[in-house]
């Protein structure tokens, strides 16, 4: 963390901090930064994140660990902004989340429908022996 000289100053992160907090790389914080997802201030060429982008790649990193991809992501982060104390973002994220349940669970039962025709297949062809 880069250190500021008044304590009322906002906190910034260097790109090194935040991929090694974050566990990405450069290339990755460039990209979500390139889609608008994080807004990094510049001091000449390098990059200076905020608590608020940090915030937004925790979001980011947890929305592609569950399977939404970028655009529902940016969608997501952009409603936190409504003035509606995160009501909204919160109802949609809640739908989304609902949604993304059932479309697993579907694909869940798919899976195990062809394991079940797989491991038939295997005990039939082992009969033949």
């Not at 990059?47 to 929305?63: E, K, M, N, Q, T």
Request: charged share 40%.
């Amino acid at each position: 963390m880069l250190a500021t000289p008044n304590d009322a100053a906002p906190r910034l992160y260097t790109i090194g901090e935040m991929c090694e907090e974050f566990d990405v790389t450069a290339r990755a914080l460039r990209f979500y930064e390139d889609e608008n997802l994080i807004a990094p201030t510049r001091k000449g060429s390098q990059r200076l994140y905020s608590d608020r982008d940090r915030a937004r790649v925790a979001w980011i990193l947890r929305g592609k660990r569950v399977g939404f991809s970028l655009a529902e992501i940016g969608e997501l982060l952009d409603l936190y902004h409504l003035g509606d104390a995160r009501e909204t973002q919160k109802k949609v994220t809640l739908e989304k989340c609902k949604e993304r349940i059932d479309a697993l669970m579907r694909q869940k039962a798919d899976i195990d429908e062809t394991i079940e025709e797989l491991e038939g297949y295997i005990r039939l062809l082992e009969e033949e022996d």
